[in-house]
């Protein structure tokens, strides 16, 4: 195949027909196309196809033979001798060199002991030693399944994984959901204690929660091992190692067992974006050099994160990355991903000092990475391919078009993107505009501005708005008074009114508009008070700020329980209904004077009113479907905190009567500071 020769994509015409102004860019898809093709290609013919070269972990690091052997494996181009020393050979550094292999590999075969036995017991710690220019380099398996951190340590430890009696997975992975309601989760802050929850605790105590919720997946943070638990799992250091803080590999893998048990998919917060820069316990110069798995130079590092960037043309590093993706699916059972930092993959700027306006011109061009680009491709192909339930979901905020169209069409290939200009529109409405200032208008093109037939994750706030230096929505709505004013025992206050009712208004919305799919951070369902700060040198090594109090919303004296029933129940709603599988939205009314949004989704009619102090009878609202309407959620209801204002008795039937371009309308009285669902009790859902 000549090195210039163009492969056409064989559906582009679909992405075009879907978004012709995409045209003058065809070359950009084809060049982009004609990558992936010829690398999927070169991976067939020198590898024997993306199963076994994505299959690596099976091959590089450790591994035991059917003989009882181990065989390792690494990969450290610039090493000068490899060598294994550990507890097994009293860490003796010189006992066990390794041999040199080809394209930069180097591998050591340690046979069974006498009676069958492994040559280096489960639990055994390990260390590659690395010579390079006359000095011993002390370093961690890249490919380690288990690394700890003894007290008082600073740096990580290999650990040999191999169990007596690995964790057997009893229970199916369930069907992809065709409706997605995500809750974000970090298992170390999963409990109300100052300390670092373990995964035994999230399966017994969190995922019956989830479940009773109404949350159909879970999305885990922070699993990959980092040396800095701070980061918040975004400074990888062991990238096929499970964090040990929380417990072993099969307490993780129970976890997710677990959850399947209950219908729940669990996505991974996967971070292949960047990796950290420890030398001693991760990547970074792993084999003595700047280079290895990363751009060499000023190109391998990320200056705002204090990261090294991977070297995506680099073939060792495709294997290391898809393999790594193929071990979470493979060993752990996870049913796909978010990946983490897709604006700074895409782009050799990284979004660093880069606004994105829109115009087409700033996706296509020589700012893009099409080395990174082509991985991204490569990365859903396989796990599409291998695994068609997966799911993955990119945190891209640059608005890349066609991320989230098949690759065969001229896309990346994700099945959702994160709709990331939700939750900064509703904090900027909260920090800078008075309630009856509110630009009815301007929420609803936020909600609703998304690329056709691309899939978008919606969300009121994530893990990002509540880390310290930021406000949760019900900080921000209520702020000191959650103090002293959310007991059912002291009278209720304004402020505290305002913010309930604005935090199930703003959470409705968001869920039954902004996308295909529903995110919530851990805690956040029940207006979470504070911030979230991890443990470090400013705080005092704290873990004060490190935890979800899930005490305060089972606490039948304070008001958190309200916010925790709605958003049970919203969800359940949707799990009848499915509006988030429907088409989007019709938005019907968006009243600026009146505040009032109604919209269509599915077989329901949504109804907010925004404003803070009128109340509206007799408000005609314009539908599509006749027939006769019953209210199936009421924002204003006692279990949620309401004010009880709407009677759930009341039978709203249409009129033949146009209005605001519906066929149909009907009457109805919307309290202020309210949201309704109507369903047509005519129509089967």
């Not at 056409?8 to 003058?24: I, K, M």
């Not at 590659?128 to 398996?141: A, C, G, P």
């Not at 929380?246 to 971070?271: F, R």
């Not at 115009?359 to 192909?381: K, P, T």
């Amino acid at each position: 195949m000549a090195s210039t020769e163009i492969i056409r994509v064989p559906e582009l015409e679909t992405l075009l027909n879907l978004d012709p102004y995409l045209q003058p860019f065809v070359p950009d898809f084809q060049r982009r196309y004609t990558a992936f093709v010829k690398t999927l290609k070169k991976i067939e013919e020198d590898e024997g196809g993306l199963a076994p070269f994505t299959s690596s972990y099976q091959s590089f690091g450790v591994n035991k033979r059917p003989d009882g052997g181990l065989y390792f494996r690494e990969w450290a181009p610039g090493a000068e001798a490899l060598f294994l020393t550990g507890d097994f050979n009293g860490w003796n550094f010189y006992s066990y060199p390794y041999k040199r292999m080809e394209f930069g590999k180097w591998e050591l075969y340690l046979p069974a002991k006498e009676d069958g036995s492994s040559p280096i017991p489960h639990g055994s710690r390990l260390k590659v030693v690395v010579l390079k220019n006359t000095q011993l380099l002390y370093r961690i398996s890249p490919w380690a399944k288990y690394v700890v951190q003894e007290e008082k340590k600073i740096t990580f430890d290999w650990v040999h994984w191999d169990p007596p009696h690995p964790y057997i997975h009893k229970h199916p992975s369930p069907k992809r959901p065709r409706s997605l309601r995500i809750y974000e989760s970090h298992v170390g802050i999963a409990s109300p204690e100052g300390k670092i929850a373990s995964y035994k605790n999230f399966t017994d105590h969190v995922l019956p929660r989830i479940k009773d919720l109404g949350y159909n997946c879970i999305q885990l943070m922070a699993v990959m091992e980092h040396a800095y638990y701070a980061s918040f799992g975004y400074q990888v250091t062991s990238f096929f190692a499970a964090s040990s803080r929380y417990g072993t590999p099969e307490e993780l893998k129970e976890l997710v067992d677990t959850a399947h048990s209950m219908g729940i998919v669990v996505l991974l917060d996967v971070v292949h974006s960047h990796a950290s820069k420890n030398t001693e316990d991760g990547l970074n110069q792993f084999d003595g050099t700047d280079a290895c798995f990363f751009h060499s130079g000023s190109r391998g590092n990320h200056d705002l994160w204090d990261s090294r960037l991977f070297d995506y043309s680099n073939w060792e590093v495709l294997r290391f990355l898809l393999s790594n993706l193929r071990m979470w699916l493979e060993e752990y059972r996870f049913d796909g991903f978010r990946f983490d930092g897709v604006t700074s993959m895409l782009y050799h700027h990284h979004g660093m000092g880069t606004g994105f306006s829109g115009d087409y011109n700033e996706y296509f061009g020589l700012q893009v990475d099409e080395d990174s680009l082509v991985y991204l491709m490569l990365s859903n192909h396989m796990i599409h391919t291998l695994y068609p339930d997966a799911i993955t979901i990119a945190e891209d905020v640059s608005g890349m078009p066609a991320l989230c169209i098949p690759v065969p069409q001229g896309g990346t290939g994700f099945d959702y993107r994160l709709a990331m200009a939700i939750p900064d529109k509703w904090i900027q409405i909260l920090k800078e505009y008075k309630d009856e200032e509110w630009n009815i208008g301007n929420i609803v093109h936020t909600l609703t501005n998304r690329r056709h037939n691309e899939k978008c994750i919606a969300y009121a706030e994530s893990h990002d708005q509540a880390l310290v230096g930021d406000k949760t929505l019900a900080f921000w709505l209520m702020d000191a008074e959650m103090y002293t004013n959310m007991s059912v025992l002291v009278p209720l206050t304004p402020v505290i009114d305002r913010g309930i009712q604005l935090h199930k208004m703003m959470r409705l919305i968001t869920h039954g508009l902004g996308g295909e799919g529903y995110l919530n951070f851990m805690g956040n369902e029940f207006g979470h008070p504070e911030w979230l700060d991890f443990p470090r040198l400013g705080n005092n090594e704290s873990y004060h700020y490190a935890r979800r109090q899930y005490n305060l919303a089972d606490d039948a004296l304070l008001r958190y329980k309200f916010l925790y029933a709605f958003d049970r129940d919203m969800n359940h709603l949707e799990a009848k209904y499915g509006w988030l599988a429907a088409p989007q939205g019709y938005v019907s009314a968006k009243h600026e004077e009146d505040k009032v949004i109604t919209f269509e989704r599915g077989s329901l009619l949504f109804i907010f009113n925004f404003h803070p102090n009128k109340s509206y009878t007799d408000y005609r609202v314009g539908v599509e479907r006749a027939g006769k309407y019953t209210i199936a959620l009421d924002t204003d209801a006692a279990e949620y905190g309401g004010h009880q204002r709407v009677d759930h008795n009341t039978q709203y039937f249409t009129e033949h009567f146009a209005y605001n371009n519906r066929p149909n309308s009907l009457m109805v009285y919307i309290p202020s500071r309210v949201g309704l669902v109507l369903q047509n009790a005519d129509f089967q859902n």
